[in-house]
Each structure stands twice: as C-alpha cells, then as structure tokens.
C-alpha cells in the first residue's frame, strides 16, 4: 500500500503560479511510477505530467512549457511547478502511483491515489 497526501493548492489570478506537494508514505516500491492528474467539474480525470524511478517525464499538451514536474526521492516527495497559469487549468489536483506503467497519463494505470487539492485560476 502506498499513501498519497497532496499540498499546496489554492486560488491565484492568470498568470500567477502554484506549487503542488505530493507526500508517499508507505510501500513506496510501488510508486516507481509517479503522476499528476487533474479534474474539472464536469469533465473527465486527464493526466497532466508523470514521472518514473529513471527521471523520465511526460506532459500533456496542453501544459507543456508552463508545468514542471519534479520528484525529491529522499522525501519521497513529488512536486508540479505551475507557472502561466489559465483560468482552463481550474480543477482538482490529484496525485497518483504504481510500481509500473506503459501508458503514464492514463488514469486507469495507477491504484494509489491521493485525495487532491483545488486549484482555482481567476481571470
């Protein structure tokens, strides 16, 4: 079993930015595989960016050169920088793990999950 605990949202103006902390506790040999989800209301969960045990990234799209996702493993703390941030990226910030994936942004992947945190992004 693996906890997730995510920190650091809030509400910011466009273009202002926001930490995001997500701490494991637990068997954290199976959070080889770690990412961040989001979910607006209404809508579908989507991945946002992953990482995994060997430093390999992927973002979505649509978050590509404004998120930066970043792990410190003697915290075993996994963090999402947000800067440029838009009134579109308003949702729920979820973080997630597993030992292993072949399709990182997938929300169907990962059996650990955190309970989130609201980013709200004004106008």
């Known amino acids: 079993q693996v906890q997730l605990v995510e920190s650091g949202g809030g509400a910011v103006q466009s273009g202002g930015s926001l930490r995001l902390s997500c701490a494991a506790s637990?068997?954290?040999?199976?959070?080889?595989?770690m990412a961040w989800f989001r979910q607006a209301p209404g809508k579908e969960r989507e991945g946002v960016a992953s990482?995994?045990?060997?430093?390999?990234?992927v973002y979505a799209d649509s978050v590509k050169g404004r998120f930066t996702i970043s792990q410190d493993n003697t915290k075993n703390t996994l963090y999402l920088q947000m800067n440029s941030l838009k009134p579109e990226d308003t949702a729920m910030y979820y973080c997630?793990?597993?030992?292993?994936?072949?399709?990182?942004?997938?929300?169907?992947?990962?059996?650990?999950w955190g309970q989130g945190t609201q980013v709200t992004v004004s106008s």
């Open positions: 637990g068997d954290t040999d199976h959070s080889a595989y």
């Open positions: 990482i995994d045990s060997d430093g390999s990234i």
């Open positions: 997630a793990a597993d030992s292993y994936t072949d399709m990182p942004l997938s929300n169907i992947e990962y059996r650990y």
